[in-house]
């Protein structure tokens, strides 16, 4: 970026910046019905504030999480000590061991062998070639972070689609592929704790809001099945949108086996990377098995961490991993937390649910829980963070559903999970971003399908969450 462009982003920022503080603090000057208190009413301009600089990106977006932290410090809502521990909350802990799991992974290609093996198996039709691109994209993204999983697949989804010599922006299986990884990428962090820094958000913020902990296994029980629902809804989408040219790609399989060929076999150092990927795995689950320490996920993602980096145990080095760990997405998340610790205390979120219960009460479950997941799931177009898209509504229904007489912890989860739906726009998530930069689609393209798929998901979470879980 040139001095001149660099000059005017910056100028152009500040502007937002100054412009949002300044309304925020005219905001605290509104009439408010009496049920906001003064604090509320500071909460709300925080609120403001953060949306704002989520949406525009006017300051680093996990940044953002420090501005919330020191505001609610100046104006007495929340003391710095309290903000700051936010960062520190143990949910990051998992975060974390997953970060040095994918730096493993990574380093001794695993998470690309476990990809080649799934799409080698789907044989040489189209349509299948295309589902298990698909279905290696959201596996990946259940351990490692939504945008790796997406960067390791496209160059083999484009290998493929190479073998058909269509060019980017005229060929309607190189469109499909590259928009199916990001969609699979986003539905397969949904999967389990560790997928996406959303889905721990989600479960502390259940925590604290309910005082109910939910477990590693809890969470992937009601995770799970949505994403081997959802992949396949996007693939049928897709295929039905965008038609591929053919309907059969002659060596397509062939060409991702020579790739698994010239990888080799697993060496003693890649075996022992899957043991201590298994592990993890294992210790993650075990509490739903056995009784054993209070808060047992977040000691045992510390103690995956360690084990992957400790000397003579474990397969990488503390200077290969710490590069690799996305420190930013800490602040991020603890800034997330202080925002829906804020909104609970002041009462904000009791006031808002009880206002949206008084319009939605007779409704029903299932009803309340559709236009949850659909509203959820259209803000990320707006919020363009699935985090900060989780921070903003999980709270809010798990206020509704308390409001309504329903169970908060289902609906809470439902509504984290509607908040990785980001399936619109190429700047909603980087996977989207990443895919986008190929060329072989439009903005347009990717939103025509977007919208199909988000009232899609919409429904699939009230039918799923409906029958089994409210």
Not at 34 to 48: D, E, G, L, N, Q
Not at 117 to 143: K, P
Not at 192 to 199: I, L, N, R, V
Not at 370 to 399: D, E, Q, R, Y
Request: proline fraction near 5%; charged fraction near 10%.
């Amino acid at each position: 970026m040139n001095n001149g462009k660099r000059m005017s982003l910056d100028t152009r920022n500040f502007t937002i910046i100054l412009g949002t503080l300044v309304v925020g603090f005219l905001i605290t000057f509104l009439p408010f019905p009496p049920a906001f208190s003064s604090k509320a009413v500071i909460m709300v301009a925080i609120t403001f504030i953060s949306a704002v600089f989520w949406i525009t990106e006017c300051v680093p977006i996990a940044l953002t999480g420090l501005v919330v932290i020191l505001i609610q410090a100046v104006t007495g809502i929340q003391g710095i000590s309290t903000g700051l521990k936010h960062i520190a909350n143990p949910v990051n802990s998992i975060i974390f061991a997953g970060y040095i799991m994918a730096t493993a992974l990574s380093k001794y290609q695993l998470d690309r062998r476990i990809s080649l093996h799934i799409v080698a198996a789907m044989g040489e039709r189209t349509d299948m070639l295309f589902l298990g691109v698909m279905a290696a994209t959201a596996f990946l993204s259940m351990w490692i972070s939504n945008s790796a999983s997406a960067a390791i697949m496209m160059p083999i989804a484009l290998g493929i689609v190479h073998m058909t010599e269509h060019e980017p922006g005229k060929s309607n299986l190189g469109k499909i592929m590259m928009i199916g990884i990001a969609y699979a990428a986003n539905i397969g962090g949904m999967g389990t704790p560790a997928g996406t820094p959303a889905s721990s958000i989600t479960i502390a913020l259940i925590r604290d809001l309910t005082k109910h902990e939910i477990r590693f296994l809890d969470w992937c029980l009601h995770a799970v099945p949505m994403v081997i629902l959802l992949v396949p809804l996007g693939w049928i989408i897709l295929l039905s949108l965008y038609p591929p040219e053919t309907k059969r790609i002659e060596g397509g399989s062939e060409g991702v086996r020579k790739e698994l060929a010239a990888l080799g076999p697993l060496n003693a150092v890649q075996k022992k990377v899957l043991a201590l990927f298994i592990l993890a795995i294992l210790l993650w689950i075990s509490d739903s098995f056995f009784p054993l320490l209070p808060g047992w996920l977040y000691i045992a993602s510390v103690a995956i961490a360690l084990l992957f980096v400790m000397p003579r145990i474990g397969v990488v080095t503390w200077q290969e991993a710490a590069p690799e760990i996305g420190w930013d997405i800490f602040i991020l998340v603890g800034g997330g937390l202080a925002l829906g610790s804020g909104l609970n205390e002041t009462g904000v979120i009791k006031i808002i649910a009880e206002s949206l219960a008084v319009g939605l009460k007779g409704l029903g479950v299932y009803l309340v829980a559709g236009i949850i997941a659909l509203i959820t799931s259209l803000s990320i177009t707006v919020f363009s963070s699935l985090t900060a898209t989780a921070t903003t509504f999980v709270p809010v229904t798990v206020g509704l559903a308390r409001a309504l007489g329903f169970d908060p912890v289902p609906l809470g989860i439902m509504a984290g999970l509607a908040s990785c739906c980001a399936f619109m726009l190429p700047a909603n998530t980087p996977p989207n971003a990443i895919v986008y930069k190929s060329g072989y689609f439009k903005s347009y393209e990717m939103a025509k399908a977007g919208i199909v798929f988000i009232v899609g998901s919409a429904i699939l979470l009230t039918i799923v969450f409906g029958g089994f879980w409210l």
